[in-house]
T-cell receptor
Framework: NAGVTQTPKFQVLKTGQSMTLQCAQD?????MYWYRQDPGMGLRLIYY???????DKGEVPNGYNVSRLNKREFSLRLESAAPSQTSVYFC????????????FGPGTRLTVL | AQTVTQSQPEMSVQEAETVTLSCTYD???????LFWYKQPPSRQMILVIR??????QNATENRFSVNFQKAAKSFSLKISDSQLGDTAMYFC???????????FGTGTSLTVIP
């Protein structure tokens, strides 16, 4: 099992450009999550998908859209990137119950100039 | 709203010694879960230990144990026999019983000194 994979690992964008971060899991998990991590802060939830076909906003959803393409894949899109979106982005998945461990991907370091 | 506070931005410990990382939280919930995650330089987030609030017994995982004080809303992590591989950022996190959302603290950077 690869666990949770994310692409790309690094990305540099100019202000106003768009891009999609990809995430896939092979653990047959129901729930998937997107977080961002800024210096000196813990992870903050952007969006999550409790199950295939559903998505919900987290703590910091503004400027992002998500798609739960199927059970395996959950993508995060920045339509018009801003410097404030410079961050490290983590995808995670879990079985969906609070007692289930969340498994994290390796992260994507995004810089918006 | 839930908040998680880690008041120690950085800590260090000698190899083989014991260190305790502090975490406090604020919530009006009665049932919830608390977690400690480790983030080494590789950036991967790794679950260290989990505590269910309705369980009075403190969770333990090998060299890692917690001191859960529900009334005080405190959830500290004790690492015994510290190893060089324990060097990492440690995040305390909270989740509601019926929720999907983690609330993370700002982290404690732990360095194990040989």
């Amino acid at each position: 099992n690869a666990g949770v994979t994310q692409t790309p690992k690094f990305q540099v964008l100019k202000t106003g450009q768009s891009m999609t971060l990809q995430c896939a899991q092979d653990m047959n998990h129901n729930s998937m999550y997107w977080y961002r991590q800024d210096p000196g802060m813990g992870l903050r939830l952007i969006y999550y998908s409790a199950s295939e076909g559903t998505t919900d906003k987290g703590e910091v959803p503004n400027g992002y859209n998500v798609s739960r393409l199927n059970k395996r894949e959950f993508s995060l899109r920045l339509e018009s990137a801003a410097p404030s979106q410079t961050s490290v982005y983590f995808c995670a998945s879990s079985g969906g119950q609070p007692t289930d461990t969340q498994y994290f991907g390796p992260g994507t370091r995004l810089t918006v100039l | 709203a839930q908040t998680v506070t880690q008041s120690q931005p950085e800590m260090s410990v000698q190899e083989a010694e014991t260190v305790t990382l502090s975490c406090t939280y604020d919530t009006s919930e009665n049932n919830y879960y608390l977690f400690w995650y480790k983030q080494p330089p590789s950036r991967q987030m790794i679950l260290v230990i989990r505590q269910e609030a309705y369980k009075q017994q403190n969770a333990t995982e090998n060299r890692f144990s917690v001191n859960f004080q529900k009334a005080a809303k405190s959830f500290s992590l004790k690492i015994s026999d510290s190893q060089l591989g324990d060097t990492a950022m440690y995040f305390c996190a909270f989740m509601k019983h019926a929720g999907n959302q983690f609330y993370f603290g700002t982290g404690t950077s732990l360095t194990v000194i040989p």
